[in-house]
């Protein structure tokens, strides 16, 4: 697992429905905000190299010094997009395959509203057990 | 295919921006050297020789014939040169060149900082912008210095100075001696000392005279001289200053556009006339046409055929590579003091600089290409990425593989990194240069990666410059890349803020806003927001600040030390300020909108809050028929005053003054910190009587108003922080102040009240808090009805939003409160107690006809006055005079029943008594029928004594709660006697239910029954204590005491008769409580109602009183209430099915054991039958015998053996019957004997004699006798059952079947009748 690792997933509407940090590294204050930056500064490239590709993992899109973003386009454009500083990219693609199966379930539950927050905090251990696996 | 369009697109690539800096830096260096004399005779214009130069080394269209090395020829157009003294040629100081560059961006920021106020720009006026115009110009600018500050390195040839221009004055003292001295001196650069460049330099002497110190005789000898010494073309004069002072007027000052940096003042080049400036064009055109691009043109071929001799051909280059490799021992030479100017290497270099700056790319390009390898071969890494440096911008001049352009740029670049600090500024370089080509091709996205690239090695200012300007390459790229414009404007002022560049810092972040506004990426605009707010703070624009800082206080997503951060600095700046901060709408604490609740009070007045939250519906059933129909209270006062009457008011809600109206809104704290919020309070409109018709104009023109909400929001908080002072001054009503604080995360409700003093118009406008003492929030209502639910149900249902928070106030009115006194929260089921509801006035005037209505009656009633002296529950206790008939008359019966307060009492205590503190006290009674959660609403209705009054009446609502825990739980079971008609036997089953506490069985009473013990000696049960958790069982004989109906029905509908038992240990030295007091027979009467009968005309049921006491009074607790004393429970146990269905009651009677001797002849034995007729009407009976058979006899004799042999020991004859029968003695026992006594036999042992079948007639409530007979012929034990009982009733004409439940007719089956037959001896 790498040391740094934060998990997003933003809707269709480019708003962010479920953020957690996932590395090991001890969570510091400011990096937060930086990882927003950074994720939401990544989407401008998602939304070029989305359409270029009939793949729904797009691999390390973009790039902050030694910050990677690897991102995974769902049908419905909703993007999981993960910052990490490791190498692993077969455990980034299981991961996303994973979480998508995830979020799928979420949207079946007919009292969520696609698009918005994900509560569930079912959901979250979930991605956090996720997360401990192949990251 | 993306690049297709933009390769069409771009013609040439000299007319971009790149290539025109390349034509402009990329040139011919003159070294200028030259006395003082020179200088001072140039000062006088107010420059310096080279800056009098300057506009005129820009050559438009020179049109120079030049051939290249191969003899092409072709024609130079634009040309420049750049001039320097030869003390500036040399590697910049470079703490001066930090210092110009951070001037320019100081300079820059000076010029933004009149547009800090405004808003941030809107995300499309930044879109709509063409890039020249967005791209602020100081970019380039700071972009040329920094460039400038690697001028002169050694190991790039194209700074190394072509020519040398020597200027002496005519003045000086032996010109020609000073030309050799000038070129002489050690004051050379050091490229020229130290070997890296060629000293034999191409030189040209030039004679500055000064026409204001003579005529130019002298000069033109001196030139004699030096043409006859340096050679006729190498020397010039030249004549200044020939123009009188201020009298030469310009058009165009062409110094004016070279030195903008300085107040352009107007004696910039005063003394120079139109020769002066038409002979410096002449010197210069001459010197570069005739003298610099020959020289050049003269060396590039003398260098080619040096290179092509010694390098090109195919024998060289294997001489060359062998060569090389021999060297590769030597120790890497990085500061390439190895190449001289000798060197082959570097004469490369020169060949393919010199070509580069005559624009014969291709040559150029062949030489650095040669030279790269050499360099690479060497390790000479420095110099191997100036040459891939100059290949890129060869490639690009070219137009030609903008792969291998890139491949080269991208090369130098990360050549230049991999040697270090020495490469970094020179990476820097080569970043900008291919930044811009990349720009120049439209490829905005990876120009802005080669910005990113290069701040990473640059110092914080000037790596936030190249953030920027990578944010713009966002900006700029197709499709803008909005986000990461953004990102990087971010990063940029960041890095400004760092380099305490805070105004740049602010304009960055500013800027970014415009991609982040309203987006819900929390953290992002906290950060942009937080840092802004704070550097404002800094440059003490407080106000500004502020606004910035309050998009940042709700967030609750933030840690609590972030929260706390955010909060404090808020506040500090807020108390920067120095004064009382006004705020529209802070969200902090977050109101609750949806949850505003206003409680006031028309005619419905309410006696705590919980009756407020009652439904109104089930207050409006409950006041039914008490009070008059609704409308009439208001049309009565409209009427009255036709002023109210208009439309506007119609919808507008009662309230009365004096009274207060009571807002409630919940207030949320999102932090996780603790929060204190002060002197919250509405903000209310009141205008008096007589301006109401004035404002209704206002108010309309105020209305039309409300359509626009974007601007209203400003005027609408002026308008609330105006009305508020109004307030402070005004005395027309009374405001309530709360000051609470909040947890983190706490949600509460605080109700904030308003009293009007005065009649007229209340319009509540909105509320006003203050945050932490500082802050001043004011928040409206109106805005946020469309959300808002109506909570008052019909109150508000159906009036328009906007009308709801307006009020009529009238005229104040008595109002009553009042209050139960004592009323436990929670009793055991059965509890009956005293309590005391007491009503006050306040007011002046008195009020009338008081009624009272409960919903409760099974719970709750009222008594009577005479109630409140007695003493509970010894009242209750049986006495020997017989009970008032004053209840009587008053309380009347029925679930709808409305109690009014006899009119004596009240004109006794509320309008006779007019001082204060009127208050009427009237007992009311409890009895926990059932457990469970019961809520009792109460409404008291009054009218107003006074007729005037704009209101009638007015109700009282009150609501308690009361929890009834289950106690005593009590079944009983009746059957009938087996020995005697109308006489019944009564199991009572009491089981404690309660937790903990004892009860004391006090008594049972039957109702209409006759009860008694079944012991003669009156005693039940050795303890009738009853433990918690403890079940007893109780035996009592029931006997029908009822009269028949035809006597004395009348009397008997009020008073209860029946009889008690006592269950005392000690028997009947206690005193039994009377059933028929009043208390306790109105409780009954609510109990058969609840059960939905009346209370006669049943006679196959009995109703039965348990009455127990408490001596612990462990239930209540309250204060003041007698704890010590014995609490009462009754319970009532109503319509007690007796076990017979059947209205008709028979009896067999006879012998039991009759001795015959069956020898002499059979046995007659004569038997009586008695009927009973129970029920109200005549009743036919008709009596079927059948003979029986032998097996039963048979059956029911080894039966009745056994049985008797078992219970023989046992004395009471009753129970030996039951054991034959079965345990219960139930109704459906003889269903069982039946099928026995069916089955068929031959022989019968006894036969019923006379007639088969008997019938007669009985009238209702009468007994008779039938005799029967029947005859034995052998000893044994009989069972007399086989017979029937058919009976049918007969109604009388007028009652026929009125009763519905009641069986017509139907067959009894015989009860059991032993008898033993003996054989006498």
């Known amino acids: ?135 | 295919m993306m690049l297709a369009p933009s390769e069409t697109r771009m013609v040439d690539p000299a007319k971009t921006f790149l290539g025109k800096m390349l034509l402009e830096e990329i040139t011919p260096v003159v070294m200028v050297l030259r006395t003082p004399l020179v200088e001072e005779a140039c000062l006088k214009n107010g420059f310096n020789f080279v800056e009098m130069l300057h506009p005129f080394c820009l050559f438009k269209n020179i049109d120079v014939p030049v051939r290249t090395a191969s003899d092409q020829p072709y024609r130079l157009h634009k040309f420049k040169l750049r001039l320097f003294y030869a003390s500036d040629v040399r590697q910049p100081n470079v703490e001066a060149a930090e210092e110009q560059l951070k001037q320019v961006v100081v300079h820059a920021a000076e010029r933004d900082v009149s547009d800090l106020h405004s808003d941030p720009p809107e995300l499309e006026s930044v879109l709509n912008q063409t890039k020249p115009e967005a791209l602020p110009s100081w970019f380039k600018i700071f972009n040329k210095e920094l460039i400038r500050t690697l001028a002169f390195s050694e190991h790039e040839a194209f700074d190394h100075p072509v020519a040398c221009l020597l200027v002496v004055s005519s003045k000086d003292e032996q010109p020609i001696n000073k030309f050799v001295d000038l070129f002489n001196t050690n004051q050379l650069p050091s490229l020229l000392n130290d070997g890296a460049m060629d000293p034999k330099i191409l030189k040209y002497y030039l004679l500055v005279h000064d026409n204001q110190d003579g005529t130019s005789e002298m000069a033109s000898n001196i030139l004699t001289e030096m043409r006859g010494t340096f050679g006729s073309n190498d020397c010039r004069l030249l004549c200044i200053n020939s123009g009188k002072d201020g009298s030469e007027e310009k058009q165009d000052n062409p110094w004016s556009a070279y030195k903008n940096d300085v107040p352009l003042s107007e004696d910039l080049g005063c003394l120079l006339n139109v020769n002066d400036l038409n002979e410096i064009k002449d010197l210069m055109q001459d010197l570069s046409s005739k003298h610099i691009i020959p020289h050049m043109e003269q060396k590039i071929r003398m260098l080619n055929q040096q290179v092509s001799a010694t390098r090109k051909g195919f024998r060289n280059q294997i001489r060359n590579l062998w060569w090389r490799k021999g060297k590769e021992d030597t120790p890497d030479a990085a500061s390439g003091a190895m190449y001289t100017f000798s060197s082959v290497e570097s004469q490369i270099r020169v060949l393919g600089d010199y070509a580069f700056m005559l624009r014969d790319y291709e040559l150029a390009l062949s030489n650095y290409r040669l030279l790269s390898t050499d360099y690479k071969l060497d390790k000479a890494w420095k110099r191997y990425a100036g040459i891939q440096e100059m290949m890129g911008l060869a490639y690009f001049m070219l137009d030609q593989s903008r792969k291998d352009a890139e491949y080269c740029m991208e090369t130098a670049f990360s050549t230049y990194l991999k040697i270090g600090s020495s490469g970094q500024r020179n990476a820097t370089r080569c970043g900008l240069w291919w930044a811009e080509m990349l720009k120049a091709r439209d490829q905005h996205k990876e120009a802005a990666s080669v910005y990113f690239r290069i701040s990473n090695e640059e110092p914080s200012l000037h790596a936030a410059v190249m953030l920027e300007q990578a944010s713009y390459c966002y900006l700029f790229s197709n499709p803008p890349m909005l986000r990461k414009y953004g990102f990087h404007l971010v990063l940029a002022g960041n890095r400004y803020y760092l380099s305490d560049q805070r105004k740049h810092a602010i304009r960055t972040y500013r800027s970014s806003l415009s991609v982040y506004k309203g987006n819900s990426w929390n953290y992002i605009k906290d950060h942009v927001h937080y840092h802004v707010g704070r550097w404002y703070a800094i440059l003490g624009m407080s106000d500004v600040a502020v606004k910035h800082m309050l998009e940042v206080l709700a967030c609750s997503h933030e840690s609590i030390s972030t929260q706390e951060l955010f909060l404090r600095d808020f506040l500090q700046i807020v108390q920067k300020m120095g004064k009382e901060f006004e705020v529209f709408r802070l969200q902090l604490p977050i109101t609750n909108m949806p949850s505003l609740k206003i409680i006031f009070e028309d005619h419905r007045t309410y006696a705590s809050s919980t009756a407020v939250s009652v439904r109104e519906s089930l207050w409006q059933s409950l006041e039914e028929n008490m009070v008059p129909s609704l409308p009439t209270s208001r049309t009565n006062w409209l009427e009255s005053q036709p002023k109210y009457s208009s439309k506007k008011y119609k919808d507008s809600s009662i309230c009365v003054a004096g009274e207060a109206i009571k807002v409630g809104i919940e207030f949320r704290n999102p932090l996780q910190i603790p929060i204190s919020v002060s002197g919250a309070s509405l903000i209310c409109e009141l205008s008096a009587r007589s301006e109401a018709a004035a404002s209704e104009i206002g108010g309309q023109y105020r209305d039309s108003l409300v359509s626009v909400s974007r601007q209203q929001n400003d005027t609408e908080f002026r308008k609330l922080v105006s009305s508020w002072e109004q307030n402070s001054s005004n005395s027309l009503f009374t405001l309530s102040e709360v000051n609470f604080s909040l947890g983190g995360g706490e949600t509460i409700m605080v109700q904030l009240s308003v009293t009007p003093k005065v009649e007229g118009v209340l319009k509540i406008v909105g509320m006003r808090w203050k945050l932490s003492g500082t802050v001043v929030s004011y928040q409206n209502f109106d805005s946020d009805d469309a959300k808002r639910k109506n909570v008052k149900g019909r109150r508000k249902g159906k009036q328009s939003s906007s009308k709801n928070l307006e009020f009529v106030v009238i005229k104040s009115l008595p109002k009553l409160g009042g209050c139960i006194h004592h009323l436990p929260k929670r009793v055991y089921a059965g509890d009956l107690r005293r309590l005391v509801l007491e009503l006050t006035n306040d007011s002046e005037s008195s009020v009338k006809t008081l009624k009272m209505k409960i919903s409760h009656p099974r719970f709750l009633i009222p008594g009577s006055l005479e109630d409140m002296n007695v003493e509970f529950p010894s009242c209750l206790e049986r006495q020997a005079n017989c009970r008032n008939s004053h209840v009587q008359a008053n309380t009347v019966k029925g679930s709808n029943s409305c109690f009014s307060f006899p009119e004596v009492c009240t004109q006794h205590v509320l309008d006779v008594d007019i001082q204060g503190g009127k208050t009427l006290l009237w007992p009311l009674w409890l009895h926990a029928a059932v457990p469970g959660s019961i809520c009792l609403y109460i409404t008291i209705y009054y009218e107003m004594e006074n007729v005037l009054s704009e209101m009638k009446y007015r109700t009282l609502r009150m609501h308690y709660d009361l929890e009834v825990l289950p106690s005593l739980e009590m079944s009983v079971q009746i059957s009938p006697c087996p020995s005697k008609l109308q006489e019944f036997l009564v199991r009572m089953d009491v089981v404690n239910k309660t937790s903990s506490e004892n009860l004391q069985l006090h008594q049972l009473s039957s109702v209409g029954w006759e009860i008694s013990s079944l012991e003669p000696d009156g005693t039940i049960c050795p303890s009738e204590l009853l433990m918690d958790g403890q079940a007893l069982s109780f035996f009592f004989k029931l006997k029908n005491c009822r009269k028949p109906l035809t006597e004395g029905s009348i009397t008997s509908a009020r008073l209860l008769q029946g009889s008690d038992v006592s269950l005392d240990p000690q028997g009947s030295n206690e005193v039994l409580f009377d059933i028929s007091s009043s208390v306790l027979e109105d409780f009954y009467h609510y109990e058969r109602l609840h059960l939905g009968k009346s209370i006669q005309g049943h006679q196959t049921t009995v109703d039965f009183i348990l009455i127990s006491q408490s001596q612990v009074n462990s239930v209540n607790h309250e204060p003041g209430w007698q704890s010590d004393s014995t609490q009462l429970f009754s319970h009532y146990a109503c319509l007690c099915s007796i076990a017979s269905t059947s209205p008709v009651w028979f009896l067999m009677d006879g012998p039991r054991i009759v001795s015959h001797d069956f020898s002499i002849s059979f046995c007659e034995i004569r038997l009586r039958m008695t009927i009973h007729n129970s029920s109200n009407a005549a009743v036919s009976v008709r009596i079927d015998t059948s003979d029986a058979t032998s097996s039963t006899v048979r059956l029911s004799d080894v039966a009745a053996a056994s049985q008797y042999s078992v219970s023989s020991g046992n004395q009471t004859g009753w129970r030996d019957v039951s054991l034959v029968n079965d345990i219960k003695i139930t109704s459906d026992v003889s269903s069982s004997l039946i099928s026995k006594a069916s089955s068929p036999d031959g022989i019968t042992p006894f036969v019923w004699c006379a007639s088969s079948s008997t019938r007669v007639e009985l009238e209702s409530m009468s007994t008779t006798e039938i005799p029967l007979q029947i005859c034995v012929f052998s000893p044994g034990t009989y069972n007399l059952s086989n017979y029937r009982v058919h009976w049918d009733l007969r109604f009388p004409e007028d009652k026929a079947l009125g009763d519905g439940s009641q069986q017509s007719s139907g067959i009894s089956p015989g009860h059991p009748f032993y008898l033993n037959v003996l054989q006498s001896p």
């Open chain 1, 1 to 135: 697992m790498g040391s740094t690792a934060c998990f997003i997933i933003v809707s269709r509407n480019d708003i962010p429905i479920y953020e957690a940090e996932v590395g090991s590294a001890i969570k510091k204050e400011e990096a937060t905000h930086q990882h927003q930056f950074i994720l939401h500064a990544a989407l401008d490239i998602v939304q070029d190299l989305a359409w270029t590709t009939s793949a729904m993992f797009l691999k390390a899109v973009d790039r902050f010094n030694d910050l990677v973003v690897s991102v995974y386009v769902t049908a419905g454009h909703t993007r999981l997009m993960l910052l990490h500083d490791s190498r692993n990219e077969d455990g980034i693609r299981s991961f996303f395959q994973e979480v998508h199966e995830l979020y799928i379930k979420i949207l079946l539950n007919p009292l969520y509203l696609p698009g918005s927050r994900i509560t569930s905090s079912h959901f979250d251990t979930k991605v956090r057990a996720l997360a401990r696996k192949y990251l």
